[in-house]
């Protein structure tokens, strides 16, 4: 069964600062790979995705991806961070597209001025 | 531009009542979602339908779970009967048949007392 883990449930950053939340995936195989954003109160609205390729992937607002086969790794980052980026964010696996997403417990990032 | 449209955004029920759901997918979607969101679980995935067939009914949530497609524009999701710790984010998502991108509904808040 594949798996999900976000080591970090909370990261509180200074606005400006730059961003990494980390994801590791258990699957033997190479997975497709989401990140997911949930403001308050909102559904969650994709960042990125990866699916083959180019291991750097650009997402929306400045985010950005890389995986990394060796480490079963698909961290997320972000140069600098603004309040607005405060959210929770997760990653996600899939076998087969959108197909049975499994997803990490997030992390709750809270950007501070 | 409609997304996937949640009804009702919260829902209070005592204990052993029996409460239903519903969700309007995205518009020409064929693939939809029932996740279950908690702060100790995250996001765990109750059922999918494919073209209004259900092709996961997410195992241990089946037997006070019910979810339904009674058409390709409108799900539902019955728990009957309640338990409180059935309290929970519950999240419906939709996306194209293969399609990259799963689009989320802002989620049903549950309440059991």
């Known amino acids: 069964a594949q798996s999900v883990t976000q080591p970090d449930a909370r990261v509180t950053v200074s606005e400006g600062a730059s961003l990494q939340l980390r994801c590791k995936y258990s699957y033997s195989g190479t997975p497709y790979l989401f990140w997911y954003v949930q403001y308050p109160r909102q559904g969650l609205q994709l960042l990125l995705k990866?699916?083959?390729?180019?291991?750097v992937v650009q997402g929306v607002n400045g985010f950005e991806a890389e995986f990394i086969k060796s480490n079963s790794s698909f961290h997320l980052r972000k140069a600098s961070v603004h309040w607005s980026d405060s959210a929770v964010y997760f990653c996600?696996?899939?076998?087969?597209?959108?197909?049975?997403?499994?997803f990490g417990l997030g992390t709750r990032v809270s950007v501070f001025p | 531009d409609a997304g996937v449209t949640q009804t009702p955004r919260h829902e209070v029920a005592e204990k052993g009542q029996t409460i239903i759901l519903k969700c309007e997918p995205v518009s020409g979607h064929n693939d939809l979602f029932w996740y279950r969101q908690t702060k100790i679980q995250g996001l765990e995935l109750l059922s999918y339908f494919r073209s209004k067939s259900l092709m996961e009914d997410g195992g241990a949530f089946k037997d006070r779970f019910k979810a339904e497609m009674l058409n390709s524009s409108f799900s539902t999701l019955k728990i009957q009967p309640t338990e409180p710790k059935d309290s929970a984010v519950y999240l419906c998502?939709?996306?194209?048949?293969?399609?990259?991108?799963?689009?989320f509904g802002k989620g049903t808040r549950l309440t059991v007392v």
């Open positions: 996600a696996v899939s076998y087969n597209y959108a197909q049975g997403l499994t």
């Open positions: 998502a939709s996306s194209l048949q293969g399609g990259t991108e799963v689009f």
């Open positions: 990866y699916y083959s390729g180019d291991p």
